[in-house]
Antibody
């Protein structure tokens, strides 16, 4: 069974760093893209960036370039999303999703990680 | 402002049919496959349609997708109260540093 399991909810202060994770199982982790999606409270879905764990090819959405860092450790089938300087505006639900190809769509999703940034 | 344009809301009665549109351009829908997602309240999105009109295993045939030119449409027949959700279209966009993009989402109300 394909599963993407994300790390738990986080509460952070502005200026702090954070790294959340997404562990894949039940499939070949290095053969599928993993994307990160932001959903701010009451708002729609936004693609942040995607990574191909097989070769660590990464593309960021222009809106998120330089704001976050996406990485993956294929030895433990886990993708990451990292912030170095959190802002209150980073408060959102973050989802990871698997893409069989860039033109296919995201066929499996993680359960989401709620990140709250507040002083 | 989303790259793909969807109506903010649609509504219909139980048992009826509804369509949700998704409008784009030649750099996205016009030259790429479209996928559709359902997000029920408080849950992660779920893939309903991929490659314009294909349904993943387990998705009932009440859900259908089509594409024409730079627009796509999601159709839902035999509406049920459990279909109340926000629906998103998505595709690849070659003009934005080549990335996947979503529409703004359409809230479906089953009256």
């Amino acid at each position: 069974e394909v599963q993407l399991v994300q790390s738990g909810a986080e509460v952070k202060k502005p200026g702090e760093s954070l790294k959340i994770s997404c562990k894949g199982s039940g499939y070949s982790f290095t053969s599928y893209w993993i994307g990160w999606v932001r959903q701010m409270p009451g708002k729609g879905l936004e693609w942040m960036g995607i990574i191909y764990p097989g070769n660590s090819d990464i593309t960021y959405s222009p809106s998120f370039q330089g704001q976050v860092t996406i990485s993956a450790d294929k030895s433990i089938s886990t993708a990451y999303l990292r912030w170095n300087n959190l802002k209150a505006s980073d408060t959102a639900m973050y989802y990871c999703a698997r893409l069989p190809s860039l033109n296919y769509g995201a066929d499996y999703w993680g359960q989401g990680t709620l990140v709250t940034v507040s002083s | 402002q989303s790259v793909l344009t969807q109506p903010p809301s649609v509504s219909a009665a139980p048992g009826q049919k509804v369509t949700i549109s998704c409008s784009g351009s030649s750099s996205n829908i016009g030259n790429n496959y479209v996928s559709w997602y359902q997000q029920l309240p408080g849950t992660a999105p779920k893939l309903l349609i991929y490659e314009n009109n294909k349904r993943p295993s387990g998705i009932p045939d009440r859900f259908s997708g089509s594409k024409s030119g730079t627009s796509a449409t999601l159709g839902i027949t035999g509406l049920q109260t459990g279909d109340e959700a926000v629906y998103y279209c998505g595709t690849w966009d070659s003009s934005l540093s080549a990335l996947v993009v979503f529409g703004g989402g359409t809230k479906l109300t089953v009256l």
